[in-house]
């Protein structure tokens, strides 16, 4: 063999030999590049779930903070509407001619049969013929005013019967909550 087929023949492997280590590299790069883009996709996904998780949870916070905030509005205005309601009311009962006014407490006594006890009127009564009550119902008058606006009590045996404008009002309201309830929700 001659030196020139010798340093051919080392060409060729060189050359081979460089070819097999590009091929190689190409390979192992190629393989690295496919990991570094699955590893990224992964991360992208990772994140883009993460940040979707994060985006509903904070969205169903601000959602649950609007429906609070909005149910303490709805029962804001529905306070607002039965204290109106509370108010006319008693207005109303305020525009009650003498007669009548004295007539509605008639009622009330006798629907609770009540005979007996002391009558304690409320602080602004002004309205009521309190020794017809008196002689009516059997009851002796106290001259000492209760806290109330309008109405009065009547204490008997270690009971009180408040019969005060304002607390009849507040039962009437309570009994009937649920219907108001329905009409202020539509």
């Known amino acids: ?89 008693f207005n109303r009962f305020l525009a009650l001619e003498k ?7 008639e009622r009330m006594l006798e629907k609770m049969e009540i005979k007996g006890g002391e009558l304690v009127l ?12 008196c002689k009516k119902f059997n009851l002796t008058f106290n001259n000492k005013r209760y806290d109330a606006k309008l109405g009065f009590i009547i204490e008997k045996e270690n009971v009180v019967f408040d019969l005060t404008l304002e607390e009849l009002i507040e039962n009437i309201i309570n009994e009937n909550l649920l219907d108001i309830a329905k009409i202020l929700r539509g």
């Open 1 to 89: 063999m001659s030196v020139e087929n010798i340093i051919k023949r080392l060409e060729e492997e060189k050359e081979e030999k460089i070819s097999e280590i590009k091929d190689k590299v190409r390979k192992e790069l190629e393989k690295y590049k496919e990991k570094r883009i699955k590893e990224t996709e992964e991360w992208k996904q990772d994140t883009k779930k993460k940040l979707e998780e994060d985006i509903a949870r904070e969205e169903s916070i601000e959602i649950a903070k609007k429906n609070l905030e909005f149910k303490e509005k709805i029962a804001s205005l529905e306070n607002m509407a039965i204290e109106k309601l509370k108010n006319e009311i």
């Open 99 to 105: 007669e009548e006014y004295q007539r509605f407490w």
């Open 122 to 133: 409320a602080r602004d009564e002004n309205k009521l013929d309190v020794s017809s009550l």
